[in-house]
């Protein structure tokens, strides 16, 4: 099958052939439909060693967690209520499905459990991807082409929503208007935040978190952040979501805060970074880390979207077959006016 495969850190991925994904039992392989480009895989695509906390990933991996895909086989002896046909969203990690954390839900923390597009078992940048049974939720039917991918990347928001422990009426600051940023801006105003404000120093994206949740944003490479922020919400906001994850991102996030706020961490900084811990003792701040999600967060998503609680499609906005992913994917690297982009393998 083809796949987008990953060479070494800094060169720019490879379309070729790889061989297809057999399925184990407990696993299915899904026909890929679409798989999107994540601000993850755009970072260990230049990860050079393991100094920032996250090991370089393997010559030859093919990555890509967030995706979606019709099921074409099911591995022997797998119990399971999904058929060939169905169309599913899976989640990038197979667990073994019988200790405790598979069982509520916390696949991530299965002692064995295997990511997806991270170097253990081929991801989504490929025409098949090997998943786990019981880590794939069917698809509405009505869902568009591509919709499934975007299941991902809105659990991420969600988990974000969840980690801050929202409560209604609380004033938000979302650092970062990419597509976490975004989700996390839709969740915010689902749960009832009051102020829910999007700044990006991309003047494109921080008008689209107007259209996804935010009811305001920031340009943040014309305007000072922090004082447009006091301006709209009358004082410093009660939760910050750093979404950005590079250096500084996170004593930024501190820095704007009010005392006794909540700051989120979600984006993930591969690099050493460092913060001034007198400003968040001094503010009394609740430092809060957000990762991955649960199952039936993976599953609200779903839900939501089904019966038009939320709505996420527009944050589309490229798709790509093969011939032009390679490309695509090294655009991202640079500020440019895309949000979510799609590696749609029939395209």
Not at 58 to 79: L, R
């Amino acid at each position: 099958m083809r796949a987008a495969i990953f060479r070494e850190p800094g060169r720019p991925l490879e379309v070729g052939a790889i061989e297809d994904p057999t399925p184990q039992a407990g696993e299915l392989i899904l026909k890929v439909e679409a798989c999107g480009i994540c601000g993850s895989d755009l970072h260990i695509s230049d990860n050079h060693d393991g100094s920032g906390g996250m090991p370089p990933l393997k010559p030859d991996s093919v990555m890509g967690h967030e995706f979606c895909g019709e099921i074409v086989a099911i591995g022997p002896g797998t119990e399971t209520t999904l058929k060939e046909g169905d169309r599913v969203a899976s989640l990038p990690t197979i667990g073994c499905g019988t200790c405790d954390k598979c069982l509520t839900g916390d696949v991530k923390r299965c002692r064995t459990a295997r990511g997806i597009g991270l170097g253990d078992v081929p991801g989504g940048y490929a025409d098949y991807v090997r998943v786990g049974a019981r880590e794939s939720l069917r698809l509405p039917g009505h869902f568009g082409k591509g919709d499934g991918a975007l299941i991902e990347p809105l659990a991420v928001g969600l988990r974000a929503a969840v980690r801050a422990r929202l409560q209604p009426g609380e004033s938000v600051l979302i650092i970062g208007a990419g597509p976490v940023g975004l989700a996390t801006a839709i969740w915010c105003r689902h749960f009832g935040a009051r102020h829910v404000v999007v700044s990006d120093l991309n003047p494109n994206r921080a008008e689209m978190a107007a259209k996804y949740g935010a009811t305001d944003a920031i340009d943040a490479s014309k305007e000072n952040v922090i004082e447009r922020y006091k301006t709209i919400a009358g004082g410093r906001p009660e939760v910050v979501f750093d979404c950005v994850g590079v250096k500084g991102s996170m004593q930024l996030a501190i820095d704007y805060a009010a005392f006794d706020a909540k700051v989120v961490v979600v984006g993930v900084c591969m690099h050493l970074d460092h913060i001034l811990p007198v400003k968040p003792v001094t503010k009394e701040l609740d430092l809060i880390f957000a990762y991955c999600y649960l199952r039936q967060e993976f599953g609200l998503c779903i839900d939501m979207l089904d019966q038009g609680r939320i709505e996420a499609a527009g944050l589309i906005t490229d798709r790509v077959g093969f011939d032009g992913f390679s490309e695509a994917f090294e655009a991202l690297k640079t500020p440019n006016t895309q949000v979510k982009v799609l590696l749609e393998p029939d395209r």
